[in-house]
């Protein structure tokens, strides 16, 4: 018996003396563990890369197939082409918002809040907020209202959904914050982890300009919006790109050329689209006197079978990605300086683009002989007055312009967003309206919104439901 | 000795009985109701004078006189006392011991009780009943034989896993695999997926399927809480418990040598259509765009040779036969190659097996040597698993106190692989998606252009017919086969020693240590031009896995507390520490083309990952018993264990009682019930959280939403706070079950039936659990979740025919009808299990696995929201499919023996449930399926999902249906958008098929045995014997083209979805056995 007490006493004695080593056993030994506070700069290229992603990737794809940029021809994007949108497709984007983006954000100010700042840290805080307010905005106007003000709180389990008029004027705040702690005299001016700018404040303030006169062009504010453009990005090497490494390997490429020539292959193309029909030379194509698109058509032909270690595509592996660009600077000036400076005003901004799109800045060419091809000589006011070259149909020179202006948003926007923004917010100006075609002959407006994420959907309770694709963001309505 | 005494025994009584005038000669033939019993022991009673019936049965012995009592007895049968008298022909018929016969099981330490006492449900699946399967799988073995275990092999491929599930699913995210205790000691089954995900890769092993099958003599399922909770967090899903053979006493040498040839054939396919050609909108094309068959009529073709390219125009491809193929310029043949494409993928495989055992035991010992080897082809070309196993086990018996038992087990795996799944390298996916008219049989070879420049190594398919471009689209399905290679080799070593020690007369100890380790490469190579892979893609997996096990157990004889009253305890200590080191490996972008697998040759080399994930646990238990009078018994046990991943002991209680009612004397001799039995339990095991998800880490993301990634690593790294949490704060699972049961015999033990009905709850279930994303954080791993299963087990046989001239016919079954329900979840309505299109999910209310995906717009009367042209519409939200779970699953066979030969049948039946058809779903979307390969001809007007009006009379491609807005016609328009394809923008919900019932011919098994005495006199041999089986013979189910038990996930906590998931196969075999 005394045998069997001592064993007992023994097991007993063994069990509970190794509490201790146990914590130590089941610590992750796979991963840094949040028990430490990373530095932020380690934390902001990945926000970087959620926001392109955000941008750039699939929710983009779909954007353009909708507004005639893309064809669906295959498989899921055959479906999505044809308007059948499932709630699934945004579950990815919306992750790369809150976590990806808002959540390392919050993590980065908490590091400050406890270590204090310096001049890196005013730097990294600014350019946090410029791709907070660039990846919120992107949000909000492709789902409506989002969750923003309780997003990413700790203690608040399901956030509310932010009307978009009140998500709008945050991102300017953010934005004018982020334009101040920009100016400060100690900040610092260089960020090896910056893979937009290397730090350079002067490139993120104009950037952070052109983000204001972006939303304030989607709000109709066309007043502050061309305000804020004239700080805007004033030159194309400050224009806040993606380039893909050189390095060439899978993760580092441009995402169009993933897309295309990879395992999805053959599900979307860039043939047979409005788009691409304007750039032809078929009826109703932009070429003209002072015009010549083939160089650009022969750039914008996204195709599956090219593009390799190539720029000269726009789903080239090596092409760069425009985020928010001296072009859109320019023709945010061009549209609000003709709804609210003058013609002129307008004018002269468009002509800038042209001035642009002729430089070798633009695109590259295609093929060597594209180099005539390439042609944008500066438009007169003639050609926009009552049977110009630009107003055949004789309407309104001012709006012959504005619709010049639109048309060339819409393929200067190319690759990102822009063409289905300004479809839906010009719904109501159909006289400068791209006039896409619908994909499908049963539907009487373009989608209006993306459904948001099916997974956020399931957990909060705030999350609108019944809300269809036709039905317009309320900016919109 | 015994043969020893056989051989004399009758010459030395013949001796005898000429000698002594007094004595006289009794003899006769010993036999049971059933056929007569050869070494049956014959004893004078109150002598140590004996004889032992021989071959026959038949016996003579010598008795003093009239008065003497003889005493016969054999084991597994009640001992019989016959006065002899005047008699000098005694032919004794003995009776059963049912009590003895079937009444041991191994519990869950490996120690062997008795049936009678227990009050849980024990299963037993001995040898023979595993042999008649036919299979070489341990686990697949025991598929249909015991009720309420659903044991689902992923595939046909050989060596492929299998999941095996015990009274429903017990838990959402965690293993839903029973723990394996091998002569009592916990082993690995694992079937781990490594760098793969579930749904894409080759179909993984379950590594159960390392143990040698010729080495178990019995497999005790161990179902309920209360049989298994002192194995505490390991046991929620029930034990498997595998005792071993022994080495025999029987005077000699026992050698036994078996060997078996199988044919495995493939099982079923998915029918294709060879009406309709490669193309889109009716018009033949082969480009890289072309990736369905919505091209022309074949039969509307020319019917002349094609018309192609010159090599000057578009260049040619030269296969690896040196055969040259041109361009298609113009389709002129009406040559279809579906047939001829199947028969260079799959085969009909032969496979063999040999297995060895010498054993043999004395009073100081026994020991067993195994040696199997096992050689399978799978019926997919190139795919084999190939499997050695080197066993022995052995006992010492040192004293009358002290013995020692000690085990070794080595497996060595090896195994071609065949890609799968969602996986545009995969097997099924190039085979099925590929034109009826292309001929794959030129796979890889040269591509020289029009220029006359060579390009090496391209690859031909359907998409890239003189392989022009380096992609491929899809594999073609011989590139699968032949260029691609995923080989698997695991060396595997489970050892372990047992030391006994009597301590006094009622108290002994056991000492029990054991290590089972095991490592498992894993390759998978890519080479340049393979789809999806274009640069080439090389993986390495190594898993190394260990788990180390220490008992130490006290327990006392049974003790006589009074006269009534009888009492056992046992008090154990368990130490078990578990631990595996994961290292995956990646290279792409080939710097040369060549199937080297190096990563020296690859540019892009992944940042390996490496896991390691480490447990430990202590556990103190015990089990005690009470008996009263032989009729009620009592046991209860209890295991306080601590472990690694969790805070603070935790205690599993479990009690149950058996009450043995027919020994009541009211019940005694009673004509009809023979016994009966009623049980009780309660009892509660756990599951165990994952290791090392205290806290929240940090990871390097990758950001990819359709195959376009970018990955923070290659920027030059860095990192994100992780989208899962973690937590500190983690308790494990716990099952409470209730069962209630009776075992009853009747007529004689003719027919026995047993019958359970449990309820079991599952409380603090481990999830990732759903956050709104918009918090920052996706997951948050917590105990979170509930759900609960009931049902009933039932279990029979029933001797139809029992007669003495040694025919024994018997039918035998079972039946379960698990119902499941998800209580709970926090925060949430519902949990993905897998992330497919469809995927099977927790949902609060419904039964674990319930399918959900895109469904079709519906009106408030429940019929469907039509457009204009009359066709359904996708609903922007997602909803629940339908319950993949059946209403019942059941087993029938019937096993007839008539002196050498023996016949078994088993039919395994599935009733109801519903199953995602997704290969069917997409095939129609690229037109290959034998479902959109019709022709009508409208009798009204009909419109397509386009809106194109198509006249009466005209015959047209496709189908034509009703939704509720009057006929339409489904066709190109309707099955590459909503009605067919990927992703969750096609109506999903068509892809369920809302019957999957299935009843299956499982078993059938022939035997013949030779072992009659002039043969084993003639041979020296103890027996032969010939054994033809069939397996999985046939499949009645509406589910087309696949095994509705194969699933996309292999084994995995989803089920009931197919998606290009290798076939399933059937097998027949012949073994072959001598036995000296």
């Known amino acids: 018996m005394r045998t069997k007490i001592l064993i007992g006493m023994y097991c007993t004695f063994l069990m509970f003396s190794c509490s201790e080593s146990f914590e130590e056993l089941n610590r992750n030994p796979n991963a840094i563990t949040t028990e430490e506070l990373l530095p932020p700069n380690l934390l902001v290229k990945g926000t970087m890369l959620a926001n392109i992603s955000l941008n750039m990737s699939h929710l983009q794809r779909i954007s353009g197939m909708w507004s005639g940029q893309y064809r669906g021809e295959i498989a899921l994007y055959l479906g999505l082409y044809n308007y059948d949108f499932s709630s699934e497709e945004s579950n990815s984007g919306w992750g790369y918002l809150y976590n990806g983006i808002l959540k390392q954000n919050r993590e980065i100010a908490r590091y400050y809040n406890l270590n204090g700042i310096d001049g890196k840290g005013i730097l990294i805080t600014a350019i946090a907020r410029i791709i907070e307010a660039h990846a919120v905005g992107t949000a909000t106007v492709i789902w409506g209202d989002i969750p923003y003000s309780e997003a990413v709180v700790e203690t608040i389990e399901d956030p509310k959904f932010d009307s978009q008029a009140e998500i709008y004027q945050s991102l300017q705040i953010l934005l004018d914050e982020a334009i101040i702690l920009l100016e400060s005299d100690v900040i610092d001016d260089d960020l090896s982890e910056d893979i937009f700018f290397e730090g350079d404040k002067e490139k993120w303030k104009e950037t952070a300009y052109t983000l204001k006169a972006r939303y304030y062009l989607q709000t109709k504010q066309y007043d502050l919006a061309h305000k804020a453009a004239k700080k805007g990005i004033s030159t194309h090497e400050n224009t806040m790109k993606f380039t893909p490494l050189e390095t060439r390997i899978l993760g580092t490429e441009n995402l169009l050329y993933r897309f295309m020539i990879g395992g999805r292959r053959g599900y979307m193309s860039a043939d047979d689209t409005y788009c691409r029909n304007l750039l032809s030379t078929n009826e109703g194509n932009r070429n003209n006197a002072k015009t010549n698109e083939k160089a650009r058509r022969n750039y914008l032909n996204a195709g599956a079978s090219t593009g390799t270690g190539r720029t000269n595509i726009i789903n080239g592996e090596l092409t760069p990605m425009n985020l928010v660009s001296y072009q859109e600077n320019l023709l945010i000036l061009a549209e609000t300086g003709v709804r609210t400076v003058s013609f002129g005003e307008g004018l002269s901004q468009l002509n800038l683009v042209r001035v642009f799109l002729e430089s070798e800045n633009s695109f590259d060419l295609r093929f060597s002989s594209d180099e005539d091809d390439k042609v944008y000589q500066p438009y007169e006011e003639i050609d926009f007055e009552i049977d110009g070259m630009e107003n055949p149909d004789g309407i309104d020179k001012n709006r012959a312009l504005l619709r010049e202006i639109i048309e060339e948003r819409y393929v200067t926007g190319f690759g990102t967003c822009i063409p289905w923004n300004d479809l839906r917010r010009l719904r109501t100006e159909p006289d400068i309206m791209v006039p896409v075609p619908f994909n499908k002959s049963d539907i009487s407006i373009h989608p209006q919104r993306f459904i948001i994420s099916q997974n956020e959907f399931e957990s909060n309770s705030n999350s609108p439901s019944g809300l269809s694709i036709f039905d317009p963001i309320p900016i919109n309505q | ?1076």
């Open chain 2, 1 to 1076: 000795m015994i043969m020893l005494i056989k051989k004399l025994s009758p010459l030395v009584l013949i001796l005898l009985s000429a000698g002594i005038y007094a004595q006289k000669t009794i003899s006769g033939t010993i036999s049971d109701d059933f056929d007569t019993l050869p070494g049956a022991s014959i004893v004078i009673k109150g002598t140590t004078k004996g004889a032992i019936s021989d071959f026959d049965g038949k016996y003579s012995i010598e008795v003093p006189n009239n008065e003497a009592i003889l005493v016969f007895s054999f084991l597994g049968y009640v001992d019989k006392e016959v006065v002899i008298g005047d008699k000098i022909l005694l032919n004794i018929k003995l009776e059963e011991d049912a009590q003895v016969l079937d009444e041991v099981v191994v519990n869950a330490l490996g120690i062997e009780v008795d049936k009678k006492t227990l009050g849980t449900t024990v299963s037993r699946v001995k040898a023979e009943d595993l042999a008649t399967s036919g299979e070489v799988n341990i686990i697949n073995a025991l598929q249909a034989k015991a009720s309420g275990v659903r044991v689902a092999r992923s595939n046909g491929d050989p060596g492929a896993g299998a999941t095996i599930q015990i009274r429903g699913a017990n838990t959402i995210s965690g293993s839903t695999q029973p723990l394996i205790i091998l002569d009592g000691v916990p082993i690995s089954n694992d079937n781990l997926n490594g760098s793969r995900n579930p749904d894409s890769g080759t179909s993984q092993q379950s590594r159960l399927n390392d143990i040698n099958e010729d080495d178990i003599e019995s497999i005790d399922i161990l179902k309920g809480a209360s049989a298994a909770a002192i194995w505490g967090s390991q046991a929620a899903n029930g034990v498997l418990v595998i005792t071993t053979k022994r080495g025999r006493n029987t005077g000699k040498l026992n050698i036994s040598y078996k060997t078996s040839v199988y044919v495995d054939k493939i099982a079923n396919l998915h029918p294709l259509q060879t009406t309709y050609g490669q193309g889109n909108d009716g018009v033949y094309g082969n480009d890289l765009e072309n990736n369905a068959s919505w091209g022309d009529r074949i039969s509307s073709r020319p019917n002349a040779q094609d018309e192609f390219y010159t090599k000057e125009e578009e260049g040619f491809f030269t296969d690896q036969g040196g055969r040259e193929w041109l361009l298609i310029k113009s389709k002129n043949s009406r040559q279809t190659f579906i047939k001829s494409n199947m028969d260079k993928v799959f085969q009909e495989a032969f496979s063999q097996r040999h297995n060895l055992s010498i054993n043999n035991a004395n009073e100081n010992g026994r020991y067993r040597f195994s040696l199997a080897i096992l050689d399978q082809q799978g019926v997919i070309r190139e795919s084999d698993y190939k499997r050695i196993n080197l066993g022995f086990s052995g006992k010492y018996v040192f004293n009358d106190k002290l013995s020692v038992r000690s085990k070794v087990r080595y497996t060595n795996t090896k195994s071609i692989r065949i890609q799968q799944n969602s996986n545009t390298a995969g097997l099924l996916l190039g085979l099925l998606r590929g034109a009826p008219d292309f001929d794959i049989s030129g796979y890889s070879g040269t591509y020289t252009d029009e220029d006359g420049i060579q390009n090496l190594n391209r690859h031909r398919s359907y998409r890239n017919s003189i392989g022009a471009s380096t992609n491929p689209g899809y594999n073609n399905p011989l590139w699968t086969l032949y260029r691609q290679k995923s080989p698997n080799i695991v060396d595997r070593l489970i050892t372990s020693a047992d030391f006994d020690y009597k301590y006094n007369k009622w108290l002994r100890f056991k000492l029990r240590g054991s290590y089972d380790v095991y490592f498992d490469e894993r390759r998978y190579f890519f080479p340049v031009h393979t789809a999806g892979r274009g640069t080439g893609r090389f993986n390495l997996d190594n898993i190394n896995n260990r788990i180390l096990n220490f008992d130490f157990i006290a327990r006392t004889k049974t003790l006589k507390i009074n006269k009534s009253i009888n009492g056992n305890l046992l008090v154990g200590y368990n130490f078990n520490d578990r631990n595996r080191k994961s290292v995956y490996n990646e290279g792409a972008n080939f710097l040369v083309d060549t199937d080297a697998q190096v990563f020296s040759n690859s540019t892009e080399i992944e940042t390996p990952r490496h896991f390691i994930t480490q447990r430990r646990k202590f556990r103190i238990y015990y089990t005690a018993g009470i008996a009263i009078k032989k009729q009620l018994f009592l046991n209860t046990s209890g295991a306080m264990e601590r472990a690694s991943t969790i805070n603070g002991a935790f205690f599993y209680p479990s009690v149950d009682a058996s009450w043995l009612f027919t020994n009541l004397k009211a019940l005694e001799n009673s004509l009809l019930l023979t016994s009966g039995k009623l049980r009780l339990g309660v009892g509660q095991v756990g599951v165990e959280p994952r290791a090392h998800r205290a806290q929240t880490t940090y990871e390097t993301p990758t950001y990819s939403d359709y195959s376009d990634p970018l990955q923070l690593e290659d920027f030059g790294g860095g990192y994100r706070f992780n989208n899962n949490l973690g937590n500190s704060n983690l308790k494990p699972e716990i099952k409470t079950e209730y069962e209630a049961g009776l075992d009853l015999k009747f007529f004689d033990n003719r027919l026995s039936l047993n019958g359970t009905y449990y309820y079991n709850t599952v409380k603090d279930i481990l999830i990732s659990l759903p956050k709104s994303p918009s918090t920052g954080t996706d997951n948050f791993y917590a105990n979170g979740a509930s759900l609960e299963n009931r049902g009933i087990e039932l279990d029979f046989n029933y001797d139809i025919i029992k007669n003495n001239k040694g025919l024994k016919a018997s039918l035998y079954g079972n039946f379960n009808n698990n119902r499941n329900k998800v209580l709970s979840i926090l925060g949430s309505n519902s949990i993905a299990l897998t992330n497919n299109s469809i995927s099977s999910r927790a949902i609060v209310g419904y039964p674990m696995g319930t399918l959900w995906g895109s469904k079709a717009m519906r009106n408030a009367d429940g019929s469907f929201d039509l457009d204009e042209n009359g066709f359904p519409q996708l609903a922007p939200e997602q909803g629940v499919l339908g319950d993949p779970n059946p209403e019942w699953r059941g087993g029938l066979g019937l096993r007839i023996k008539y002196r050498s030969f023996s016949f078994n049948t088993l039919f395994e039946h599935s009733q109801g449930g519903v199953f995602a058809e997704r290969t069917r779903f997409i095939l129609r979307n690229f037109g290959t399926h034998k479902d959109v390969g019709h022709t009508v001809v409208p009798t009204t007007e009909l419109l397509d999902r386009a809106g194109n009006l198509y006249p009466i009379g005209i015959p047209v491609r496709g189908n034509i249906r009703d939704f509720g807005g009057g006929p339409v016609l489904l066709n190109e328009s309707y099955y590459t958008t909503i009605g067919g394809g990927f992703g969750s923008s096609v109506i999903n919900e068509f892809a369920i098929n809302p019957d999957a019932t299935w009843t299956r011919l499982s078993e059938l098994s022939f035997g013949y045995v030779l072992n009659s005495e002039r043969f084993r006199l003639k041979t020296k041999l103890a027996s032969i014997s010939f054994t033809l089986t069939g397996r999985n013979l046939y499949l009645w189910t509406d589910i087309l083209g696949v095994d509705p038990q194969t699933n996309q996930t292999g084994v995995d906590n989803g089920f009931g979805i197919d998606y290009f998931t290798n076939p399933a196969s059937k097998t027949y075999s012949l073994t072959l056995e001598i036995k000296y």
